[in-house]
């Protein structure tokens, strides 16, 4: 009994979070909680079977596959918080309190005797038991899953099925097309150029300059900007300057000590340094190459 | 012997909990997870009173409660992803074209 009144407002406490949390990815891993709690309440249970199918076919199977369907709809496909029906959502919660008042009023006034216990159905071993019923009384209704399964296999097949409507765009027809842009549209005809690479750094977040230094937007990636994470090129410089400041300024040895490490530090946030210009060695103040 | 009564009351409670999601949440992934809960909290109530009454009969019913979830899961998730697909939205209320 202590394994339920330890798990048992865990799991209430998850599923209340269900109902309140805006993010998808965030109520599976609720159900996740709720999941593990209650196939270790079936191990209590002297259910051992239920208890690894819980865990092999909910938590493993099933929520995968939530998972994997929030991956293809996207991850930040949160709730509306707008109410279509007026109303309609303290009235849900009304009468879901209703309903948990109910059944818990009547669960609570029926007296269901004295528990028997399954150390008797238990005693050739819960599986050995289970599969005796399942293959003799409850036989048909094991056949009638099979079709069940396979129904929903092929249903499944089916609607996740995409026909295709047009001719599969061969690479070619790419170029092509590409081409075709360019002299419709003026579109950029070659590959994106790549973020900046500089005399003292780079990074994937820092747009490129372009001759007249300002920062070519099409060179970081589009995901990047959306964030709202791209750094402009004078910033990193700042950045870059603080921390060898930092490191420059450890108390101790005045000379080697700091330099060592400004020099290390500059040669991992520089790895073009080397081929590109050590004219900015041991300028700290200089910004970036425009 | 335990008494299986308190098993049942959080059975009910989780059940509560899962119907006030499946009406009170939009987007309809969240809404099959509330639908799971419930089926959970069926199941719960099943291998519970399987307890009580000592006989493997409500263990027997819960795998096939879990069967048939599965089932159910595979199919729900491929017409949200179809009408994801067309609509580009997972919300319950986009789909109401044959209202119209």
């Given at each position: 009994?202590?394994?339920f009144?330890?798990l048992?407002?865990?799991?209430?406490l998850?599923?209340?979070g269900?109902?309140?949390?805006?993010?998808?990815?965030?109520?599976a891993?609720?159900?996740a909680?709720?999941?593990?709690?209650?196939?270790?309440?079936?191990?209590?249970?002297d259910a051992?079977?239920?208890?690894?199918?819980?865990?092999i076919?909910?938590t493993g199977a099933?929520?995968?596959?939530?998972?994997?369907?929030?991956?293809?709809?996207?991850?930040?496909?949160?709730?509306s918080?707008?109410?279509?029906?007026r109303g309609?959502?303290p009235?849900a919660?009304?009468l879901?309190?209703g309903?948990?008042v109910?059944l818990?009023?009547?669960?609570g006034?029926i007296?269901?005797g004295t528990v028997?216990?399954?150390?008797?159905a238990?005693?050739?071993?819960?599986?050995e038991?289970?599969?005796?019923?399942?293959?003799?009384?409850?036989v048909?209704?094991f056949?009638?899953?099979?079709?069940?399964?396979?129904t929903?296999a092929?249903?499944?097949m089916v609607?996740a099925?995409?026909?295709?409507?047009?001719?599969?765009?061969?690479q070619?027809?790419?170029a092509?097309?590409r081409v075709?842009?360019?002299?419709?549209r003026?579109?950029?005809?070659?590959?994106?150029?790549?973020?900046?690479v500089?005399?003292?750094h780079?990074?994937?977040d820092?747009?490129a300059?372009?001759?007249?230094?300002?920062?070519?937007?099409s060179?970081?990636?589009?995901?990047?900007a959306?964030r709202?994470r791209?750094?402009?090129?004078?910033d990193?410089?700042?950045d870059i300057?603080?921390?060898?400041?930092?490191?420059?300024?450890?108390p101790g040895?005045?000379g080697?000590?700091?330099?060592?490490?400004?020099g290390?530090?500059?040669?991992?946030e520089?790895?073009?340094a080397a081929a590109g210009g050590?004219?900015?060695?041991g300028?700290p103040?200089s910004?970036?190459?425009? | 012997?335990?008494?299986?009564t308190?098993?049942v009351?959080?059975s009910a409670?989780?059940f509560?909990i899962g119907?006030v999601?499946?009406?009170t949440?939009?987007?309809?992934?969240v809404?099959?997870m509330c639908?799971?809960?419930m089926?959970?909290?069926?199941?719960?109530?099943?291998v519970?009173f399987?307890?009580?009454h000592?006989?493997?009969?409500?263990?027997?019913a819960?795998f096939?409660?879990m069967?048939?979830?599965a089932?159910?899961v595979?199919v729900g998730?491929?017409?949200i992803?179809?009408?994801?697909?067309?609509r580009?939205?997972?919300s319950?209320d986009?789909?109401?074209l044959?209202?119209?």
């Open positions: 009994m202590t394994a009144w330890i048992a407002p865990v799991m209430v998850a599923a209340l269900i109902l309140v949390v805006r993010k998808a990815v965030h109520a891993l609720l159900l909680v709720v999941m593990i709690s209650l196939a270790v309440l079936y191990a209590v249970l051992p079977f239920l208890f690894a199918v819980q865990i076919v909910y099933i929520l995968m596959l939530f998972l994997f369907v929030m991956m293809i709809v996207g991850v930040d496909a949160s709730d918080v707008v109410e279509t029906i309609q959502r009235l919660v009304l879901g309190l309903l948990a109910i818990v009023a009547s669960v006034q007296t269901l028997v216990g399954l150390d008797a238990n005693e050739g071993g819960n599986i038991a289970l599969a005796n019923l399942l293959f003799s009384r409850y048909f209704v056949e009638t899953t099979s079709a069940l399964l396979i929903a092929v249903g499944a609607l099925h995409r026909e295709r409507t047009g001719p599969r765009p061969t070619a027809s790419r092509a097309q075709r842009d360019f002299a419709e003026g579109e950029h005809l070659g590959p994106l150029p790549a973020p900046g500089y005399a003292r780079n990074a994937v820092t747009p300059l372009l001759p007249d230094g300002t920062p070519a937007e060179s970081v990636s589009r995901t990047l959306a709202g791209i750094r402009s090129a004078p990193l410089a700042d300057e603080d921390v060898q400041r930092a490191l420059g300024g450890l040895g005045s080697s000590p700091g330099d060592t490490a400004s290390s530090g500059h040669n991992t520089n790895p073009s050590p004219a900015t060695d300028d103040g910004e970036a190459p425009r | 012997m335990t008494d299986v308190p098993y009351v959080l409670i989780l509560s119907c999601g499946v009406l949440r939009r987007n309809a992934i809404v099959f639908v799971e809960l089926l959970n909290a069926c199941n719960l109530a099943l519970a399987a307890k009580q000592g006989n493997l009969d409500g263990q027997i819960a096939f409660v069967v048939v979830a089932a159910e595979v998730l491929a017409i992803m179809t009408i994801f697909r067309t580009r939205s997972a319950v986009d789909a109401s044959l209202k119209y």
